[in-house]
Every structure is written in structure tokens, then in C-alpha cells.
């Protein structure tokens, strides 16, 4: 069964910049939904980007576009968010999912209710 870690975060000024990888173990990513999701104190996890690995297919959130990009790796079984431009309101613990393939949308499946598949997080502090 396919699992998914996180790793990358760490303390980071504002303006900074920051990449966030997602590694498969048992598994690849082909035919799958990866998304990175975000959750800050005292907040509900949420949507940051997502990518439908065979058809290439992207979604932001708007808190992200312009900023972040998510990529991929097939040799490397890894999904990367770059994040720049980084502001103290991107801190949080930013989690990798995964989901099998489904004809949704991207954008459509960029919710945490539509992944089963998730990892540890990671910390992102962005000090001011």
C-alpha cells in the first residue's frame, strides 16, 4: 500500500523561499492525485495545490498562485512544492496526500474528504 512522507520545513524569513518534498514508498505515483494541504493553529486543514500525476493537470488555491509550484519526479517517486515569496501567514504544518486516480477534476478533488492516503507533515515557520 502505497505511503506517503513528508519532508523540507523548517524556519524561514519572510520573503523567503522553501521546498517542500513528498516521497512515495510501497509505490509510485502514477495514476494518482497528490496534494499538498496546510494546517495552521486553531484552523481547518486546507487545500493548497494539487496535481492528477498522469494527466500533468494542476490547481491552486489562491492563497498560493503566483507563489507556490507543485512538480514531480517519477524517478524519484516525488511530488515537490516550491513555495516563494513566503509570508508568516503561510506557517503551518503542511501535509502530502494521496488518492488513486478518478475522472474529477483536479480542482475538484483538491479536498482533504476526497484523500485517504496522508503523511506525518511537516513544520513551515516563516518568521516576520
Known amino acids: 500500500q502505497l505511503q506517503v512522507v513528508e519532508s523540507g520545513g523548517r524556519l524561514v524569513q519572510s520573503g523567503g523561499s522553501l521546498r517542500l518534498s513528498c516521497t512515495a514508498f510501497?509505490?509510485?505515483?502514477?495514476?494518482?492525485?497528490i496534494g499538498w494541504f496546510r494546517q495552521a493553529p486553531g484552523k481547518e486543514r486546507e487545500g493548497v495545490s494539487c496535481?492528477?500525476?498522469?494527466?500533468?493537470?494542476?490547481f491552486y488555491a489562491d492563497s498560493a498562485k503566483g507563489r507556490f509550484t507543485i512538480s514531480i519526479d517519477n524517478a524519484k517517486n516525488t511530488v515537490y512544492l516550491q513555495m516563494n515569496s513566503l509570508k508568516p501567514e503561510d506557517t503551518a504544518v503542511y501535509y502530502c496526500?494521496?488518492?488513486?486516480?478518478?475522472?474529477?477534476?483536479?480542482?475538484?478533488?483538491?479536498?482533504?474528504?476526497?484523500?485517504?492516503?496522508w503523511g506525518q507533515g511537516t513544520q513551515v515557520t516563516i518568521s516576520s
Open positions: 496526500a494521496a488518492e488513486p486516480w478518478a475522472m474529477d477534476t483536479v480542482w475538484s478533488m483538491c479536498v482533504r474528504s476526497r484523500f485517504r492516503t
Open positions: 510501497g509505490g509510485n505515483f502514477d495514476y494518482y492525485t
Open positions: 496535481m492528477k500525476s498522469s494527466e500533468g493537470s494542476t
